[in-house]
Protein backbone atom coordinates (compact mmCIF):
# COMPACT_ATOMS: atom_id res chain seq x y z
CA UNK A 1 0.00 0.00 0.00
CA UNK A 2 2.97 2.51 0.72
CA UNK A 3 4.49 2.07 -2.67
CA UNK A 4 1.06 2.32 -4.52
CA UNK A 5 0.26 5.57 -2.74
CA UNK A 6 4.12 7.03 -3.62
CA UNK A 7 3.44 5.69 -7.13
CA UNK A 8 -0.04 7.52 -7.75
CA UNK A 9 1.44 10.70 -6.37
CA UNK A 10 4.20 10.75 -8.55
CA UNK A 11 1.28 9.82 -11.60
CA UNK A 12 -0.47 12.69 -10.36
CA UNK A 13 2.11 14.90 -10.55
CA UNK A 14 3.32 13.52 -13.96
CA UNK A 15 -0.20 14.11 -15.11
CA UNK A 16 0.37 17.84 -14.06
CA UNK A 17 3.79 18.77 -15.46
CA UNK A 18 2.31 16.76 -18.38
CA UNK A 19 -0.35 19.37 -18.95
CA UNK A 20 1.55 22.28 -18.40
CA UNK A 21 4.51 21.26 -20.99
CA UNK A 22 1.64 20.79 -23.85
CA UNK A 23 -0.36 23.71 -22.88
CA UNK A 24 2.77 26.34 -23.91
CA UNK A 25 3.87 26.65 -27.07
CA UNK A 26 7.60 26.39 -28.48
CA UNK A 27 10.11 24.59 -26.94
CA UNK A 28 9.97 26.97 -23.25
CA UNK A 29 8.98 23.60 -21.21
CA UNK A 30 10.01 20.45 -20.80
CA UNK A 31 9.39 16.93 -19.04
CA UNK A 32 11.00 14.02 -18.93
CA UNK A 33 9.73 10.05 -17.00
CA UNK A 34 12.31 7.10 -16.40
CA UNK A 35 13.07 4.18 -14.23
CA UNK A 36 16.20 1.91 -13.33
CA UNK A 37 17.89 0.34 -10.87
CA UNK A 38 19.32 2.19 -7.80
CA UNK A 39 22.51 1.14 -5.91
CA UNK A 40 23.20 2.03 -1.93
CA UNK A 41 26.48 3.28 -1.06
CA UNK A 42 28.24 4.09 1.79
CA UNK A 43 26.68 2.35 5.37
CA UNK A 44 23.57 1.85 3.48
CA UNK A 45 25.25 -0.58 1.48
CA UNK A 46 25.59 -2.93 4.44
CA UNK A 47 21.90 -2.88 5.05
CA UNK A 48 20.42 -2.67 1.66
CA UNK A 49 19.99 -4.47 -1.60
CA UNK A 50 20.50 -3.45 -4.81
CA UNK A 51 17.14 -1.64 -5.80
CA UNK A 52 15.35 -0.23 -8.11
CA UNK A 53 13.77 3.74 -9.02
CA UNK A 54 11.67 5.84 -11.00
CA UNK A 55 11.67 9.54 -11.85
CA UNK A 56 9.12 12.66 -12.87
CA UNK A 57 11.38 15.54 -13.74
CA UNK A 58 9.49 18.94 -15.65
CA UNK A 59 9.97 22.63 -15.63
CA UNK A 60 11.11 25.73 -17.45
CA UNK A 61 13.62 26.61 -19.99
CA UNK A 62 15.00 30.00 -20.10
CA UNK A 63 17.56 29.05 -22.75
CA UNK A 64 18.59 25.96 -24.58
CA UNK A 65 21.50 25.10 -22.36
CA UNK A 66 19.83 25.58 -19.24
CA UNK A 67 17.05 24.05 -17.17
CA UNK A 68 14.84 24.69 -14.57
CA UNK A 69 12.98 21.66 -13.19
CA UNK A 70 11.35 20.40 -10.48
CA UNK A 71 12.13 16.35 -9.84
CA UNK A 72 10.44 13.70 -8.04
CA UNK A 73 11.67 10.82 -7.73
CA UNK A 74 11.30 7.34 -5.89
CA UNK A 75 13.55 4.38 -4.86
CA UNK A 76 13.31 1.10 -3.46
CA UNK A 77 15.26 -1.43 -1.94
CA UNK A 78 14.83 -4.39 -0.04
CA UNK A 79 16.71 -5.05 3.37
CA UNK A 80 19.74 -7.15 3.36
CA UNK A 81 19.72 -10.69 5.65
CA UNK A 82 22.54 -9.50 8.04
CA UNK A 83 19.30 -6.49 8.61
CA UNK A 84 16.64 -8.64 9.02
CA UNK A 85 18.16 -10.84 11.46
CA UNK A 86 19.04 -7.67 13.58
CA UNK A 87 15.24 -7.29 13.81
CA UNK A 88 14.22 -10.52 13.42
CA UNK A 89 11.78 -10.18 11.05
CA UNK A 90 11.25 -12.60 7.97
CA UNK A 91 11.24 -9.61 5.43
CA UNK A 92 11.17 -5.21 4.68
CA UNK A 93 11.96 -2.58 2.70
CA UNK A 94 13.48 0.63 2.85
CA UNK A 95 12.57 3.79 0.14
CA UNK A 96 13.06 7.26 -0.24
CA UNK A 97 11.45 9.59 -1.85
CA UNK A 98 12.52 13.03 -2.87
CA UNK A 99 11.18 16.25 -3.99
CA UNK A 100 13.92 18.81 -5.23
CA UNK A 101 14.90 21.79 -7.62
CA UNK A 102 17.13 20.14 -10.11
CA UNK A 103 18.70 22.59 -12.34
CA UNK A 104 20.31 20.88 -15.64
CA UNK A 105 23.09 22.37 -17.57
CA UNK A 106 22.89 21.00 -21.50
CA UNK A 107 26.53 21.07 -22.74
CA UNK A 108 25.65 20.26 -26.62
CA UNK A 109 21.94 21.00 -27.03
CA UNK A 110 21.85 21.58 -30.25
CA UNK A 111 24.18 18.40 -31.09
CA UNK A 112 22.64 14.40 -31.44
CA UNK A 113 23.90 13.31 -28.61
CA UNK A 114 23.63 16.01 -25.64
CA UNK A 115 25.56 15.24 -22.64
CA UNK A 116 24.29 17.70 -19.35
CA UNK A 117 24.60 17.66 -15.98
CA UNK A 118 22.39 17.95 -13.04
CA UNK A 119 22.52 19.21 -9.38
CA UNK A 120 19.33 19.84 -7.03
CA UNK A 121 18.71 20.43 -3.19
CA UNK A 122 15.02 19.54 -1.50
CA UNK A 123 13.28 17.69 0.72
CA UNK A 124 13.45 14.13 1.23
CA UNK A 125 11.09 11.12 2.96
CA UNK A 126 13.23 7.94 4.26
CA UNK A 127 11.37 4.84 5.18
CA UNK A 128 11.81 1.70 6.43
CA UNK A 129 8.99 -1.60 6.58
CA UNK A 130 9.42 -4.85 8.21
CA UNK A 131 6.97 -7.48 7.03
CA UNK A 132 5.50 -10.80 7.52
CA UNK A 133 4.18 -13.04 5.18
CA UNK A 134 -0.02 -13.40 6.16
CA UNK A 135 -2.94 -15.00 4.94
CA UNK A 136 -6.20 -12.13 4.25
CA UNK A 137 -9.53 -13.13 3.99
CA UNK A 138 -10.83 -12.02 0.47
CA UNK A 139 -14.08 -11.93 -2.22
CA UNK A 140 -12.82 -13.07 -5.64
CA UNK A 141 -15.22 -12.49 -8.75
CA UNK A 142 -14.94 -14.84 -11.86
CA UNK A 143 -16.51 -12.69 -15.07
CA UNK A 144 -16.50 -15.39 -17.36
CA UNK A 145 -19.07 -17.26 -14.80
CA UNK A 146 -20.47 -14.17 -12.61
CA UNK A 147 -20.30 -14.97 -9.50
CA UNK A 148 -17.82 -14.23 -6.60
CA UNK A 149 -16.84 -16.27 -3.72
CA UNK A 150 -14.80 -16.39 -0.47
CA UNK A 151 -10.99 -16.62 -0.37
CA UNK A 152 -7.50 -16.32 1.09
CA UNK A 153 -5.06 -15.13 -0.30
CA UNK A 154 -1.04 -14.43 0.91
CA UNK A 155 0.29 -10.71 1.47
CA UNK A 156 3.46 -9.13 3.08
CA UNK A 157 1.95 -7.65 5.91
CA UNK A 158 3.93 -4.69 7.48
CA UNK A 159 4.15 -4.99 11.21
CA UNK A 160 6.56 -2.19 11.82
CA UNK A 161 7.04 0.83 10.31
CA UNK A 162 9.93 4.40 10.64
CA UNK A 163 10.06 7.11 8.77
CA UNK A 164 11.34 10.81 8.48
CA UNK A 165 11.54 13.75 6.47
CA UNK A 166 15.07 15.36 5.91
CA UNK A 167 16.49 18.29 3.50
CA UNK A 168 18.97 16.67 1.15
CA UNK A 169 20.91 17.01 -2.94
CA UNK A 170 21.99 15.19 -5.34
CA UNK A 171 24.27 15.94 -8.49
CA UNK A 172 25.55 13.72 -11.54
CA UNK A 173 25.11 13.92 -15.12
CA UNK A 174 23.69 12.08 -18.60
CA UNK A 175 23.63 12.18 -22.18
CA UNK A 176 20.58 12.49 -24.13
CA UNK A 177 19.69 10.84 -27.91
CA UNK A 178 17.48 12.92 -29.92
CA UNK A 179 14.77 9.78 -31.49
CA UNK A 180 12.35 12.25 -33.38
CA UNK A 181 11.05 15.61 -33.17
CA UNK A 182 11.84 16.99 -29.39
CA UNK A 183 11.91 13.36 -28.28
CA UNK A 184 14.83 11.91 -26.56
CA UNK A 185 16.59 9.20 -25.02
CA UNK A 186 18.37 9.43 -21.90
CA UNK A 187 20.54 7.52 -19.41
CA UNK A 188 21.94 9.58 -16.20
CA UNK A 189 23.37 8.50 -12.82
CA UNK A 190 23.32 10.95 -9.78
CA UNK A 191 24.35 10.77 -6.19
CA UNK A 192 21.96 11.53 -3.64
CA UNK A 193 22.86 12.19 0.13
CA UNK A 194 19.82 12.34 2.76
CA UNK A 195 20.94 14.18 5.63
CA UNK A 196 20.88 12.66 9.34
CA UNK A 197 20.15 14.08 12.46
CA UNK A 198 22.41 11.30 14.19
CA UNK A 199 24.32 9.01 12.41
CA UNK A 200 25.94 8.98 9.06
CA UNK A 201 23.70 10.27 6.03
CA UNK A 202 21.78 8.15 3.49
CA UNK A 203 23.52 7.71 0.84
CA UNK A 204 22.49 5.99 -2.91
CA UNK A 205 22.95 6.43 -6.64
CA UNK A 206 20.34 5.71 -8.84
CA UNK A 207 20.86 5.29 -12.86
CA UNK A 208 17.75 5.70 -14.94
CA UNK A 209 16.92 5.27 -18.37
CA UNK A 210 13.79 7.39 -20.38
CA UNK A 211 12.09 9.95 -22.32
CA UNK A 212 12.52 13.50 -22.24
CA UNK A 213 10.86 15.96 -24.76
Known sequence: MKVTGV??????????????AFAQEGRRFNFSAGAGVSFPTGNASSSLNTGWNMDFRGGFNPSPGLLLDLDFSY????????????????????????LTFAPTMRLAPHAKFDPYIIAGFGLYHRGVSLTQPATVPTIICDPFFGFCYPAAVS?????????????????G?????????????????????MFATHGTDLTYVPLTFGLRW
Open 75 to 98: NHWGLSDSTLAQFGEPGGFGDVWS
Open 173 to 193: GGIEFGIHGPVKVFAEARYND
Open 7 to 20: FCRAVVCACVLVSA
Open 155 to 171: VNQVVASFSTYKPGFNV
